[in-house]
């Protein structure tokens, strides 16, 4: 089990840290909420057809429902909103602002739910870390631009901290695969949705998703980063 976990972790850190790099990379090109959605339906299909080629699915209404409110906060308010950010940001500074989802979560433990008491250590560490957050924002003059997406990528570590304490809470599928199949599908009907409210169904120019850096980044953000790490993620969850 310690084995397992440790590798987990590895899979989190290593596949989750590049792919900010691979995302700042493919909205340059491509509508980002639409690149989101591809991303995740893509993921969800191959991870849905693995867990289906093990035996029969089998998920009740209230496995439906936990999934669907996780997703809307994990990959409507999470993912998409760091694909939007993205745009404005560097990939460094995303994966910066994206480390500070533990501390939300350990914030979420202590006053909300209630099942975290911090120390006077933990207390300065995470005003410390807030701190350095709010000076990486620090934009170049006349760089409004990096503010808002900054800002932007510290709602959706919000949105991340939320979905990651509510997931604890809800009757998600015992399959753990199925359960991250299943979120990462429905995040992506959402995420359509949300694109044809930005507009960028009718303004995407199609044939830029036939460019190599499309292709490379989506394949690398869908199977690396989401089949692998995103499964790994909701182990965790489910262990810790």
């Known amino acids: 089990?310690?084995?397992?976990?440790?590798?987990?972790?590895?899979?989190l850190y290593l596949f989750w840290g590049?792919?900010?790099?691979?995302?700042r990379e493919t909205v340059q090109i491509v509508p980002p909420f639409l690149a989101a959605a591809a991303r995740f339906l893509s993921?969800?299909?191959i991870l849905l057809a693995w867990v289906r080629s093990h035996g029969p699915i089998r998920l009740t209404r209230?496995?439906?429902?936990?999934?669907?409110?996780?997703?809307?906060?994990?990959?409507?308010?999470?993912?998409?909103?760091?694909?939007?950010?993205?745009?404005?940001?560097?990939?460094?500074?995303?994966?910066?602002?994206a480390a500070t989802v533990?501390?939300?979560?350990?914030?979420?433990?202590?006053?909300?739910?209630?099942?975290?008491?911090?120390?006077?250590?933990?207390?300065?560490?995470?005003?410390?870390?807030?701190?350095g957050i709010v000076l990486l924002m620090k934009p170049a003059p006349g760089d409004s631009g990096a503010w808002i997406g900054g800002l932007i990528s510290v709602l959706a570590a919000v949105f991340w901290a939320s979905g990651t304490l509510l997931s604890r809470k809800l009757p998600?599928?015992?399959?753990?695969?199925l359960s991250a199949a299943l979120q990462m599908l429905i995040g992506g009907v959402l995420l359509i949705g949300i694109a044809a409210l930005f507009?960028?169904?009718?303004?995407?120019?199609?044939?830029?998703?036939?460019?190599?850096?499309?292709?490379?980044?989506?394949?690398?953000?869908?199977?690396v980063a989401s089949v692998i790490a995103f499964t790994a993620f909701m182990w965790l969850l489910g262990v810790e």
């Open 18 to 23: 590049f792919s900010w790099f691979a995302i």
């Open 62 to 97: 209230a496995e439906f429902m936990a999934c669907l409110k996780v997703s809307v906060l994990l990959f409507c308010g999470g993912f998409g909103s760091v694909f939007w950010a993205e745009q404005r940001i560097g990939s460094a500074i995303g994966a910066v602002i």
């Open 43 to 45: 993921a969800g299909l």
């Open 199 to 223: 507009g960028e169904l009718q303004h995407t120019h199609w044939s830029d998703w036939g460019r190599p850096g499309v292709i490379i980044g989506m394949a690398y953000l869908s199977i």
């Open 172 to 177: 998600l599928p015992h399959v753990k695969t």
């Open 1 to 11: 089990m310690r084995l397992k976990k440790l590798l987990a972790f590895a899979a």
């Open 102 to 131: 533990p501390i939300l979560v350990f914030c979420g433990e202590w006053l909300v739910v209630r099942t975290a008491r911090p120390n006077t250590r933990t207390v300065l560490g995470i005003i410390a870390g807030f701190c």
